[in-house]
């Protein structure tokens, strides 16, 4: 990071080009793949599907945040698996970590008709050992036919690769994938949320 450090060493010039460069991270991401996810999450709520939203991480807080918007702004049935931390320890101290997202969907009756939305830097992959538990929920709702959707970061990785419909957030520079991905979850679903076709609630402000 020295290089983003002044004369003085004191970094004066970090955040101007932090915000630069997420700007064009944004500038970069491919608007008719955002389109088409709201075609989708319209197409779940009429059809009357519910919306399972993961993440691990910061992205966990992402999924909860945008559950509340999901729900209360476009009336579609939205739930986080992280929201409920008893659950989630009790199945990772009982079953392990790379489960219990399958688990608790098996549980949740997924089908067809729902849709997973997956908020991830990486999107899972077999070959590094990394995100496990958001692939074998891929694949779970892969093979009884319920969509997959994902806002992901680098290449896509595993969400990418078998994903319904995947929002793509440019890798610009890879010492800044985390930050800038998980940036682009928060700006990606509140352009969702606030979409003409798909809000029904206006916002307080």
Avoid at 24 to 53: C, M, N, P, W, Y
Avoid at 63 to 74: G, T
Avoid at 129 to 144: R, Y
Avoid at 156 to 169: F, I, P, S
Wanted: proline fraction near 1%; glycine fraction near 10%; include cysteine.
């Amino acid at each position: 990071m020295s290089g983003y450090c002044n004369k003085n060493g004191e970094g004066a010039l970090f955040s101007k080009i932090f915000l630069r460069e997420l700007v064009q991270v944004i500038d970069k991401i491919d608007v008719s793949a955002v389109e088409t996810l709201v075609g989708e999450l319209l197409s779940l709520r009429e059809r009357g599907g519910r919306l399972f939203v993961l993440g691990v991480g910061g992205s966990a807080a992402s999924a909860s945040h945008a559950v509340c918007d999901f729900r209360k702004l476009c009336d579609i049935e939205a739930y986080a698996a992280t929201d409920n931390i008893v659950e989630l320890s009790a199945r990772i101290n009982d079953e392990g970590w790379n489960s219990v997202f399958c688990e608790w969907l098996k549980v949740s009756k997924l089908s067809a008709r729902d849709a997973l939305l997956i908020f991830s830097v990486g999107g899972g992959s077999l070959e590094k050992n990394v995100s496990v538990n958001l692939i074998q929920a891929v694949d779970l709702a892969k093979g009884i036919g319920a969509k997959v959707f994902g806002v992901v970061g680098r290449d896509g990785g595993y969400t990418k690769a078998r994903g319904d419909c995947v929002v793509l957030v440019p890798d610009t520079n890879s010492g800044m994938v985390t930050p800038y991905t998980e940036a682009c979850h928060g700006i990606i679903w509140h352009c969702l949320v606030s979409h003409p076709k798909l809000q029904l609630n206006k916002t307080k402000w």
